[in-house]
């Protein structure tokens, strides 16, 4: 039709559009004089952060280019591995149990079950944080500077997504997995009044939360918290089945008898 534009979208993003689209991937859209690339290829369901490449009819363009009345969009997936902001990632509030699990393996997440969609864009652009969400809406918010789609339900989905997205540099049992703070070594005889005399009798290396003071040690679960940390760092392996150790495992990895936390 000479009065609309189309979207063609790869295999791996037609997911994003309405099930009667799906099967070829091809979204028609009424043609807009003022309407850019990236407004359309919004307008069929896809926020940018996703878009790798556009063509448009066929010569690779910006999203800032205008479309022809008759003309092809095609968009091709972000390339993955794809390089992660500076300032580490900042997950949406449904996101807990990722956020957790992306903790224990050492990366700099930010997440709290409170924040609105204004204060979340705000902080990942202030931090430097790409925003992980499940909300595509979101994620067209032009004040975004970095963000990305997390693909899955499960969490160890979701949890492979991201590493496979932009595979970062993992540092297993380094970070607090309730507040994501820098755990450093400290002395046995500093936290010794905190912990309970099996703890203190059984254990002699602990490190602390430089954010919340919560105390770690190697305990109880250690073993299933290593295999979790062995399948996700080894070949990047599926995780099924590690759902319950994991949470388990980071709940009484932090045992601590002063500070309760909520959500473990
Ligand atoms: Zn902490």
């Known amino acids: 039709m000479a009065d609309s534009v189309v979207v063609l979208l790869p295999p791996g993003l037609r ?3 309405l099930p009667r689209d ?46 022809r009345s008759g003309s092809t969009i095609e968009v091709s997936e972000v390339a993955r591995p794809q390089r992660a902001a500076a300032g580490g990632f900042l997950l949406d509030v449904g996101l807990g149990a990722l ?11 930010s997440w709290s079950n409170d ?6 864009v705000a902080r990942a652009a202030a931090e430097e944080r790409v925003l992980l969400t499940q909300d595509r809406q979101l994620l067209m918010r032009r004040a975004l500077p970095a963000g990305a789609l997390v693909r899955g339900s499960r969490p160890d989905d979701q949890l492979d997504d991201v590493l496979s997205r932009f595979a970062p540099p993992l540092a297993p049992l380094t970070r607090c997995t309730a507040c994501g703070g820098v755990l450093a070594p400290v002395p046995k005889e500093d936290v010794a009044d905190r912990l309970e005399p099996g703890t203190r009798r059984a254990y ?28 996700v760092v080894g070949g990047r392996a599926t995780l099924s089945g590690t759902t319950e ?15 309760a936390d909520p959500r473990t």
């Open 15 to 17: 997911f994003l559009l």
């Open 22 to 67: 799906r099967g070829e991937g091809r979204r028609p859209l009424g043609f807009d004089p003022d309407a850019t690339v990236g407004h359309l290829v919004q307008a069929a369901g896809v926020p940018l952060t996703e878009v790798g490449r556009l063509r448009l009819d066929g010569d690779p363009v910006e999203g800032t280019a205008r479309a």
């Open 99 to 109: 956020a957790r699990r992306m903790r224990l393996l050492g990366l700099d997440t």
């Open 115 to 120: 924040a609105d969609d204004t204060e979340l």
């Open 204 to 231: 002699d290396d602990f490190s602390q939360c430089d954010a919340c003071g919560r105390v770690y040690w190697h305990g109880a679960h250690a073993r299933r918290i290593d295999r979790l940390i062995t399948t």
């Open 245 to 259: 150790h994991t949470q388990q495992g980071s709940a009484s990895a932090l045992r601590v008898r002063d500070t």
